[in-house]
C-alpha cells in the first residue's frame, strides 16, 4: 500500500489495552499501511497500570493517535478487574481455556468496539482492529469469530456511513486463532518491543507482574514456547 | 403480571434521558410489571440538565435504581450535542424528519445499549427498554428497527448469558411505531408528569428550553396534536 502524499494512508481505529495481544495487533495495522488512531480506556480496571504501557506502545510504534477515554464499568460491578472479587491464581491451561472466568468484564467487548465505532464514524475510518484471541479466551464469549462477524452486521446498520451510505464497517481481529507462541512470534516479526507491554491482571505497586494470574500464565507460556525471554518484570 | 414477594419482579434495564420518551419507555416498563433499573449517561452533553431531569422522573415514577455512568462521547468529538456545533434551529417538520441531522452523537445508541447490556449481564436482567421512536427520528440510523434487531442478535452473542446458557435478551422499544401525539397520550396514561422531563437541546441557565431546536418543535407538535399543553417552560 502507497502511503506517500498523493496517497494518504487509511485511518483505522485499533483498540490498544497496553497487553501484548493489542500491542501485535496495532502493529499489524499500523505494517498493513494504515494511519492508527489508538483508543485506551479508563474503564475502572484495577490494573490502571496497562493505560501507562498502551501510551508507551503508541509511542514506540509512532501511531498517529493515541486517545484515552473514560467509561465507567465499575459502577456496575461484576467483575474481578473491576470490583473486590479475587483474581484466580496458578490455574492450569485446562482450566484458563474452559468455562468464563471471573476476570470476565461483563459485554466488555461489546461496549469497547462500539466506543471504536463511534471514534471511526467521526474519523471517517472503516477499519477496526482488535487483538481477541479465540484460542487463549475460549471462555469470553465476546472473543469468538461469531460474535464479531454479529458486531460488523450492527456496524452497518447503526451508522449513518454504514446505514446511509452503504460502507462497510471491518473489524478486524488478526490475532483470533493464533496461539500465544504465534503472537509472540508474530509480534517480534512486525517489532513490537514487549518490554513496553503489561497483561498483569494483579501488578504490584511497582509495576511487577504477578506471575500467577491467568494473563500472566498464558502469556508466559507463549513466550517459553516461543523460545523466547519475556522482558518484563516478575515477582516471582 | 404478580410481583407479591413469592413472584419477585424480573428485573428490567431501562435507558433514561431525561426526555419525554424514555419517561414514556421507563412507564411502561413499570406498569409491565418489571422492577426498572434506569441508566442515564454523562456523555458530555451540553445539555446536561437532563440528568436532574432523570433523576427527577425516576423518582416520580418510584423506579426500583437510578444509575448515572460516565462515558465520555465528547472526547470523540463530531456532534452538534457534545460539540462546539451550532443546534439547528426553526426546521420545518419535513426537514426534520429527513436526513441525518448535526445532533446526531455517532453510534450512541450503540454505545448506550452495550452499557445496557452490560449491566443487564450483572443484574440478571434478560429485558432492555429504549425510547428509541422511528417515526420523527428518521435520520438516526440506530433508531431503526433492523438496527435493534440486529443489536438484540449481537446480545445473545456477547454475552455469557446469552451464548453459554442460551438466555435470550429482548430489547424493547414500545414508543418505535408511535407519534409524538402517541408519546404523549401514552404518557399521559402511564401517569407520566411531563413536567419533570426535559427535552430541549440548548436550554438556557435557568432550564428554559429553546422552543426552536427539533427536539423542542416535535415535542410541542406532539402536546398540540394531543390538545394538551406542554407543562416545561419555554424561553418564548
Known amino acids: ?12 481505529v485499533v483498540l490498544l489495552s497496553g497487553g501484548m495481544d493489542s500491542a501485535v495487533a496495532a502493529a499489524i495495522a499500523r505494517d498493513a499501511g494504515f494511519s492508527v488512531h489508538a483508543l485506551s480506556f479508563r474503564y475502572g480496571q484495577r490494573h490502571a497500570i496497562e493505560l501507562a504501557a498502551a501510551a508507551r506502545v503508541a509511542r514506540a510504534l509512532a ?45 466488555r467487548n461489546t461496549v469497547f468496539l462500539s466506543l471504536a ?48 451510505r452503504g460502507e462497510r464497517f471491518v473489524i478486524h481481529a488478526p490475532l483470533l486463532r493464533m496461539s ?26 511497582s509495576g511487577a507482574a504477578c506471575g500467577r494470574c491467568d494473563a500472566c500464565l498464558l502469556r508466559l507460556r507463549g513466550f517459553a514456547e516461543a523460545g523466547l525471554a519475556d ?6
Open 180 to 205: 500465544k507462541r504465534e503472537i509472540v512470534e508474530c509480534g517480534t516479526a512486525h517489532g513490537v518491543d514487549f518490554a513496553l507491554t503489561r497483561t498483569c491482571y494483579a501488578p504490584d505497586p
Open 63 to 107: 501511531l498517529a493517535q493515541h486517545l484515552i477515554v473514560d467509561v465507567d464499568l465499575a459502577a456496575f460491578g461484576g467483575s474481578a478487574l473491576t470490583d473486590a472479587i479475587a483474581v484466580p491464581q496458578d490455574r492450569s491451561a485446562d482450566e484458563i481455556g474452559h468455562g468464563v472466568p471471573p476476570t470476565y468484564v461483563p459485554a
Open 231 to 236: 522482558p518484563v518484570a516478575y515477582r516471582r
Open 1 to 12: 500500500m502507497t502511503t506517500g502524499p498523493e496517497h494518504p494512508a487509511r485511518p483505522a
Open 117 to 164: 465505532l463511534a471514534w471511526s464514524e467521526v474519523l471517517g475510518a472503516r477499519d477496526i482492529f482488535i487483538g481477541a484471541n479465540a484460542i487463549d479466551y475460549s471462555g469470553y464469549p465476546d472473543c469468538r469469530p461469531e460474535y464479531l462477524a454479529a458486531f460488523e452486521r450492527l456496524a452497518q446498520l447503526a451508522t449513518v456511513a454504514g446505514a446511509e
